[in-house]
């Protein structure tokens, strides 16, 4: 049974990959699943059709026969456990890897949309000047922890898993900011993850789909 | 072997029950799993030795022979995993109500997360008056998207699981502020899950910490 995921239809991030569906069709790409994709315009996003899909009217979600998923990080998981490649099959292991997946997502993302929440919102709002350092600082706390915690290891807990497949796709939101630059260590763990084939194939994936939407 | 979880020595929520450990302790009684609790002061969450367990010092941690955690959605999913009670047997429902516990912890979490600590760290600064209700804002938008999907349901999907222990607890971190206040259902929804025993013997047991810790 092919899954079948949905993505936006002209990805607002102009193919750079930072929308959600790359999460999952690196994970795919991890295990070689093949998969469909069916593309969705911002408009059709928050109809009902997809509402009933995805209660947030966001994208990605997952269908493979009557499952259907909505959350980015639900779906890695369950392609991580339902094929081999992304966690340790080991119980304890597979248990730490699953804590990464939840730790970029609830610990490290937040800060960093909160960020960019910011910069969409208020950058031409007077107190900008003195709230966006703010929450720069909350970001580099994350970071700071992070890049004590990796060290000099190639990954987070072991070999490759789907904890750090999420955890580099929350790290390469900061990739235009110039946060990053202060934790070498970090920068060379998203381009570990970035020199990947299965990531290299989900990047061009999607980047071909706002190519064509884009007529370029 | 008896899981050993960590816990705020002195609750700044003053037995609330909004620390993350109380989302640990419900699922620990849903399942009739006894664990032990070491408790916590600020400074000790910050040193070395709790940083081995938790890279970004903070509370719980879940401790069960050789295997540590330290991200509460990947404890509860854990014990979920590991005992009969907080999620469906077949498979397809499995992964819907682990989808749960991603939406509650990515989706409506943050912008609650968020809310808050522009209270802490923004409510004597001169742009408050125009900023918060810009957080107020982004945590209705959630709210009334997960009322339309539970409408006159008792739960997310279908029976009790840990997708709806996860969200009942992030919407209680909205119990003092009056934003639920607009959706009965989710009111409802709340109460539904305080009103669980394993709730109440979770919730007296961290309270018991906070009444013993300030001699009340």
Redesign the interface.
């Known amino acids: 049974m092919t899954p079948i995921i949905t993505a936006f239809e002209a990805s607002p991030d102009r193919g750079k990959g930072q929308a959600r569906d790359m999460r999952v069709r690196w994970a795919l790409e991890e295990v070689g699943q093949p998969y469909e994709v069916r593309l969705l315009s911002f408009k059709a996003m928050k109809e009902p059709a997809h509402?009933a899909l995805h209660?947030?009217?966001?994208i990605p979600t997952y269908e493979e026969?009557?499952?259907?998923?909505?959350?980015?990080?639900?779906i890695v998981?369950?392609i991580a456990q339902h094929h081999a490649g992304l966690l340790p099959t080991e119980?304890?292991a597979r248990?730490?890897a699953?804590?990464w997946?939840?730790?970029a997502?609830?610990?490290v993302?937040?800060p960093i949309?909160?960020r960019e929440?910011a910069w969409f919102?208020?950058r031409d709002?007077?107190?900008y000047a003195?709230?966006g350092p703010?929450l720069d600082e909350?970001v580099r706390r994350?970071l700071g922890?992070?890049s004590?915690?990796l060290g000099e290891h190639d990954w987070l807990d072991g070999a490759f898993s789907a904890g750090d497949l999420t955890m580099v796709m929350v790290l390469r939101r900061l990739s235009s900011t110039g946060l990053l630059g202060a934790y070498p260590n970090l920068l060379a763990y998203v381009a570990r993850g970035e020199a990947r084939p299965a990531f290299q194939r989900a990047f061009a994936a999607q980047l071909a789909v706002f190519t064509a939407a884009s007529g370029t």
């Open positions: 509402r209660p947030f009217g966001q026969g009557e499952l259907a998923l909505f959350e980015s990080g639900a998981l369950h119980a304890v248990s730490r699953i804590n997946i939840f730790a997502l609830s610990t993302e937040p949309i909160e929440a919102t208020e709002k007077p107190w003195e709230h703010m909350r994350r922890e992070l004590a915690r």
